[in-house]
């Protein structure tokens, strides 16, 4: 692994801290040149120092051109896991959506498109996307976060279809909770469904470390997701009955 990756050129978007950090900490010590992107400059920058990476803070919609000037002309490696954890139902503000939508999806997509000529002229890259259980399940109390996290999820599903034999290896990391500011801006809906299996940022970088070891499309930090997946995928009505349990225990917590 620490052969595989030295001297790659790596960005890592939201890297401020929580995952991002974790994510930026461990390319690093594989020996990656490391890209610290994060819409806060001060944080970006005490990441990057600690590590001996470069910081280079903006919108991680177009943070492309400037981090490949940072990495001498080369990306070998992005990580797209700025996101936002939106919550609210359907009658959340229309901002709040497009936001959501615009943070969680659109913000892969112009990477994807700012990153794919030079890969597929190369015959490599790789592409990871934090996307979050909520991606492959859903999360109480936040519709705009599952929704888009949905679309996070497909997107990273497209791209390894259509490029995996050009070179090009996706990787979508689905955890639950995890002990970061987002989980802690969850409330009671987090309290009850997140935190109790929450884990390390730490953990979510070693998942993802071994999935490029295994070279595996989905990255699940914490393993009981699969066999939540696969009975949301065979028996629908089972799951979604079980869900709206935990909704209304979560309505009751509210009262």
Request: proline letters at 4%; aromatic letters at 6%.
């Amino acid at each position: 692994m620490v052969e595989t990756l030295h001297d790659k050129g790596v960005v890592v978007t939201g890297a401020g801290g929580g995952i991002g950090a974790a994510l930026a900490r461990r390319f690093a010590a594989a020996g990656a040149r490391v890209v610290v992107n994060d819409l806060d400059a001060a944080k970006a920058e005490a990441v990057a120092e600690e590590i001996g990476a470069v910081a280079v803070p903006g919108d991680a919609s177009t943070v492309v051109p400037a981090a490949r000037d940072a990495l001498s002309g080369t990306i070998d490696v992005y990580c797209a896991n700025a996101g936002l954890g939106s919550g609210g139902s359907e009658a959340a503000p229309a901002e709040v959506w497009a936001t959501a939508w615009d943070v969680n999806v659109m913000a892969h997509v112009r990477a994807a498109h700012a990153l794919l000529p030079d890969w597929l002229e190369r015959g490599s890259g790789r592409f990871v996307s934090t996307v979050s259980a909520a991606g492959l399940l859903t999360m109480i109390g936040a519709a705009p976060y599952s929704v888009t996290k949905h679309g996070a999820y497909a997107f990273a599903e497209w791209l390894s279809l259509t490029y995996r034999h050009r070179g090009i290896n996706v990787h979508a990391i689905c955890p639950q909770g995890v002990r970061t500011d987002m989980l802690a801006a969850t409330g009671t809906a987090g309290d009850l469904v997140l935190t109790p299996t929450a884990i390390e940022p730490e953990d979510v970088a070693e998942a993802l470390f071994a999935g490029i070891e295994e070279n595996r499309f989905l990255i699940l930090p914490h393993p009981e997701v699969a066999e939540y997946y696969r009975i949301r995928a065979a028996e629908p009505d089972k799951w979604l009955t079980g869900m709206n349990h935990i909704q209304q225990k979560w309505e009751g917590t509210e009262r």
